[in-house]
């Protein structure tokens, strides 16, 4: 009798089990969607659920190009569309801290004020009112080296802006105002 119920426990078992899709974003974002010591690696914590399905589908269709981290291209084309909208409520709900980066005070100062030009219509921080109802994801307290990058594939064509707006806003920013910018959102300090 013990033969059959272990021959029968071990037919049940899968061969191979592959691991859940939270666990596979974990390994880069972090179970905080911080991404902890990880450059490359955007802060997805606290996006809303909107923007981070939308960058997933983005991903999915081709709009936007895994060319650093091929990885992340991997992983999504495995994702089924409630998996999709479940990750992007965990990661939601998921509090942003900062990711207390180095920045320069004189160009932070700057890049505020671009922002308010350019950005600020769509962008909003991640602890404003508004967050959930504004175009663009919060830029505030996003990695520095990411949105470098995020930012030439634009500029590259790596990455296609969603909307026409993204796309013009792009083309006004001046080669110093990038870095200017991503001061100021480095310089982003969260209140909790």
């Known amino acids: ?15 191979h089990a592959a691991p ?7 390994e880069c974002h972090g179970d905080d969607g911080m991404g902890h010591g990880k450059p490359m690696i955007p802060v997805i914590a606290g996006m809303p659920a909107e923007h981070i399905e939308e960058a ?19 992983v999504v084309a495995a994702l089924s569309e409630d998996e999709i909208f479940e990750l992007a409520d965990y990661f939601a709900a998921q509090t942003r801290a900062s990711a207390d980066e180095d920045f320069d005070a004189n160009l932070a100062a700057e890049g505020e004020v671009l922002h308010q030009k350019h950005c600020s219509s769509c ?5 404003d009112e ?13 990695r ?14 790596d990455r296609e802006a969603l909307l026409p707006t993204m796309a013009n ?7 110093g105002d990038l870095g200017a910018l991503i001061h100021y959102y480095a310089s982003f300090r969260s209140t909790d």
């Open 123 to 127: 962008h909003v921080p991640p602890d």
């Open 20 to 26: 859940a899709p939270l666990e596979q974003c974990v």
């Open 144 to 157: 520095s080296e990411y949105l470098r990058y995020a930012i030439e594939s634009y500029f590259s064509g």
């Open 1 to 15: 009798m013990r033969l059959i119920i272990a021959f029968a426990c071990l037919v049940a078992l899968p061969l």
């Open 130 to 142: 508004r967050v959930a109802s504004a175009l663009g994801i919060p830029l505030h307290g996003q």
């Open 169 to 175: 806003r792009v083309l006004l920013l001046e080669p």
């Open 56 to 74: 997933i589908f983005a991903y999915v269709d081709g709009a936007r190009h895994c060319t650093r981290e091929p990885r992340m291209c991997e």
